[in-house]
């Protein structure tokens, strides 16, 4: 549990800006944990377990696997104003492991693209986010930048705490026990 508090202490703020841009929305985020790549990547690629961490997220599963290459379909409930929009978002995922992950939105009318990079600096993982979306929908637009921020932001801490949680489980098994 000591262990829990003390990373999470280390980890960074989260940072997320969303603006128009002629119609198109244009999100970007950062932030840093104190894991490795290659635990930060764990978490950020494991689509089958999300909606365990992951708010909002009701299903998510890998629809078709080709090397590097995944088609992803995941439905989220959002909450808008009074009411609650439920979706499905189908994108196609390419990989290049512990380093980057490039999103596509699949069918559709509404084009969604995204960028997420994970660097190391100084024993922690800066992950960068990037996205541009254009709503398909005038009704959708108007709550498009305050919904957007806040589901970027409320999806990057439940990762950064899963990453964390992860980072501190594998510490405590691999720490020698003593009696």
Known sequence: MALFFSSFA??????????????LIKIDAE????VSKEQ??????DFEHMPQFLPQLISSHIVSQSGNHLRVSQVLSVP???FNYQYESVRDIDLKPFSEIRATSVGGSESYKSVALLKPALGQTVISYHAEWLPDSSLLAGFALDTMRNQIRQQF????QEMLKRHDQHAAASTPQTH
């Open 10 to 23: 280390a980890a960074s703020e989260l940072r997320v800006d969303a603006h128009k841009d002629a119609g």
């Open 31 to 34: 932030f840093s944990v104190p």
């Open 40 to 45: 930060a990547w764990q978490v950020m690629v």
């Open 80 to 82: 808008l104003s009074l």
């Open 157 to 160: 801490t439940a990762m950064q």
